[in-house]
C-alpha cells in the first residue's frame, strides 16, 4: 500500500482545505521543497501535488512552487501533480520539467476527447481524477455536480488507458471522518487498474482497513490533513502498512 502524502499549493504555500472550499485554507508550511523534504524523509514513494489555484483558473499557476519541489526531491520518488490541466502543451511542460504523472480532473469530464489525447501522447503518465459526491461526479474545484456515475465514467476512462485513478469522496476531504471504503472498493472492483483512495484519511484504522483491500486493486492512498495535524504518523503508517502486506 503506497501512502502518499499531498502537498497542495495556494499562492505559493502548503495548505489543506476542507471539502475544497479555498476560503477554508489552514497553512502548514510556507516552503514547498522544504515540505518535500520532510515527506521524503519520512520515507514516502511517491508526493501527490495539488496547485489549487490552478484548478480554479483552467492554467497552471504555482509552477514555480512545483518545480522547486522537484528539484528538492530529484529523482529519489515519483512526483504527480493536478490542478488547472486543460491542454496537451502543460501536460508535456510539466512532464518536461521532471515529473513522473499528471493528473486530469475536471477536463476529463468536461472533454474526453481531451483525456484521450493525452493518453494517446503521453502514455503511462496520465492518471484520471475523479471527485464524488454520493456517487456522482463532480467538476471544477468541486463546485458543480454532474450527473455522471462515477464508474460508468472510470470504465471509459480506463478504456482510454489512464494509468490509474485517484477516486476521492469529497463529502469527507479535509474533514478527518475517515476513507470512504465502501465505494472505493466498489470502484476498485469494476476496473482492472489501480485506485487511489483519497478524501478523509483519519488515522491508522483507515490504513488497516484499505490494507485489507488492497488485493482487490486499491494500491495507494492520499495523505492529506491526517499527516499535518498528527492525527496520523505517516512514517509508522507507512511501516504498518509494508509488515501487512509482507504477513
Given at each position: 500500500?503506497?501512502?502518499?502524502?499531498?502537498?497542495?499549493?495556494?499562492?505559493?504555500?502548503?495548505?489543506?482545505?476542507?471539502?475544497?472550499?479555498m476560503k477554508a485554507a489552514t497553512t502548514f508550511g510556507e516552503d514547498p521543497a522544504a515540505m518535500a523534504r520532510?515527506?521524503?524523509?519520512?520515507?514516502?514513494?511517491?508526493?501527490?501535488?495539488?496547485?489549487?489555484?490552478?484548478?480554479?483558473?483552467?492554467?497552471?499557476?504555482?509552477?514555480?512552487?512545483?518545480?522547486?519541489?522537484?528539484?528538492?526531491?530529484?529523482?529519489?520518488?515519483?512526483?504527480?501533480?493536478?490542478?488547472?490541466?486543460?491542454?496537451?502543451?502543460?501536460?508535456?511542460?510539466?512532464?518536461?520539467?521532471?515529473?513522473?504523472?499528471?493528473?486530469?480532473?475536471?477536463?476529463?469530464?468536461?472533454?474526453?476527447?481531451?483525456?484521450?489525447?493525452?493518453?494517446?501522447?503521453?502514455?503511462?503518465?496520465?492518471?484520471?481524477?475523479?471527485?464524488?459526491?454520493?456517487?456522482?461526479?463532480?467538476?471544477?474545484?468541486?463546485?458543480?455536480?454532474?450527473?455522471?456515475?462515477?464508474?460508468?465514467?472510470?470504465?471509459?476512462?480506463?478504456?482510454?488507458?489512464?494509468?490509474?485513478?485517484?477516486?476521492?469522496?469529497?463529502?469527507?476531504?479535509?474533514?478527518?471522518?475517515?476513507?470512504?471504503?465502501?465505494?472505493?472498493?466498489?470502484?476498485?472492483?469494476?476496473?482492472?487498474?489501480?485506485?487511489?483512495?483519497?478524501?478523509?484519511?483519519?488515522?491508522?484504522?483507515?490504513?488497516?482497513?484499505?490494507?485489507?483491500?488492497?488485493?482487490?486493486?486499491?494500491?495507494?492512498?492520499?495523505?492529506?490533513?491526517?499527516?499535518?495535524?498528527?492525527a496520523l504518523d505517516f512514517a509508522a503508517a507507512q511501516q504498518r502498512a509494508d509488515q501487512l502486506a509482507e504477513?
Amino acid at each position: 500500500m503506497l501512502l502518499i502524502p499531498a502537498i497542495d499549493l495556494k499562492d505559493g504555500h502548503c495548505v489543506r482545505l476542507e471539502q475544497g472550499d479555498m476560503k477554508a485554507a489552514t497553512t502548514f508550511g510556507e516552503d514547498p521543497a522544504a515540505m518535500a523534504r520532510r515527506w521524503l524523509a519520512a520515507g514516502a514513494r511517491r508526493l501527490h501535488l495539488v496547485d489549487l489555484n490552478g484548478a480554479f483558473a483552467g492554467k497552471p499557476v504555482n509552477e514555480s512552487a512545483v518545480k522547486a519541489i522537484v528539484r528538492a526531491v530529484g529523482d529519489q520518488i515519483p512526483v504527480q501533480i493536478g490542478g488547472g490541466l486543460r491542454d496537451l502543451d502543460t501536460i508535456e511542460r510539466y512532464l518536461d520539467d521532471g515529473l513522473s504523472y499528471v493528473i486530469i480532473g475536471t477536463a476529463a469530464v468536461k472533454n474526453p476527447g481531451f483525456l484521450r489525447d493525452a493518453c494517446t501522447a503521453f502514455g503511462g503518465h496520465i492518471i484520471v481524477g475523479l471527485d464524488a459526491r454520493d456517487g456522482k461526479v463532480a467538476t471544477d474545484g468541486w463546485s458543480k455536480l454532474t450527473g455522471h456515475e462515477v464508474i460508468d465514467l472510470a470504465r471509459k476512462f480506463e478504456d482510454y488507458g489512464v494509468e490509474g485513478v485517484i477516486y476521492t469522496d469529497i463529502g469527507r476531504d479535509g474533514m478527518l471522518t475517515g476513507i470512504n471504503i465502501e465505494a472505493t472498493l466498489k470502484l476498485a472492483q469494476a476496473l482492472t487498474i489501480p485506485v487511489i483512495a483519497s478524501g478523509g484519511l483519519a488515522g491508522m484504522a483507515d490504513i488497516e482497513r484499505l490494507c485489507a483491500i488492497q488485493g482487490e486493486g486499491v494500491d495507494g492512498v492520499i495523505c492529506g490533513r491526517a499527516i499535518y495535524t498528527g492525527a496520523l504518523d505517516f512514517a509508522a503508517a507507512q511501516q504498518r502498512a509494508d509488515q501487512l502486506a509482507e504477513a
